[in-house]
């Protein structure tokens, strides 16, 4: 594939941006690299994060175990402004996806299952939540990880029709 354009922006959300979303921001940029494509933007956003936390421990640790680096990861915090500079919005569980379309993502939001399955059309909340290993062991890390990065490949998948020129 040739590369994408640099104004496709796609954000990953979850809840304090601590576990699901910065694992899936860190697959998909992996991924991307791998795919050879630039101008490709990746993020991630949590609907009640505190600006600036890191990963969790558990998180650290998953991505560690795949060769992936969330040490430099600061929580965002998903906002109207955040929201407005994204082209895709991609939440974890149907609470996450209600949010971004309330700050202004009606028509740009979905859950990541969702969309994995459905591209662009259909149910934006048609599919199964990923759900959240915050304090769980890492075994459950894993669990969510492995989850998420099947995802991450299908909506990659999916997005490449609409980023190639």
Do not use: K
Request: charged fraction near 20%; aromatic fraction near 4%; charge should be negative.
């Amino acid at each position: 594939m040739t590369d994408a354009p640099s104004a496709f922006r796609l954000l990953f959300i979850c809840t304090g941006n601590t576990c699901r979303s910065p694992l899936a921001e860190a697959i998909a940029r992996a991924e991307v690299s791998r795919r050879g494509w630039s101008g490709l933007e990746i993020g991630s956003a949590g609907v009640a994060a505190f600006p600036g936390d890191g990963a969790s421990d558990g998180s650290l640790r998953a991505a560690e175990r795949h060769g992936l680096d969330l040490s430099s990861h600061a929580a965002t915090r998903l906002t109207e402004g955040v929201a407005e500079t994204a082209d895709l919005l991609l939440g974890m569980s149907p609470g996450h996806v209600v949010r971004a379309i309330e700050l202004g993502g009606e028509g740009r939001s979905a859950l990541i299952s969702a969309f994995a399955r459905n591209g662009a059309s259909g149910d934006v909340l048609d599919g199964p939540p990923v759900p959240d290993p915050f304090g769980g062991s890492d075994e459950v890390y894993e669990e969510a990880y492995r989850a998420i990065d099947a995802l991450v490949h299908d909506v990659l998948d999916r997005l490449e029709p609409l980023l190639s020129p």
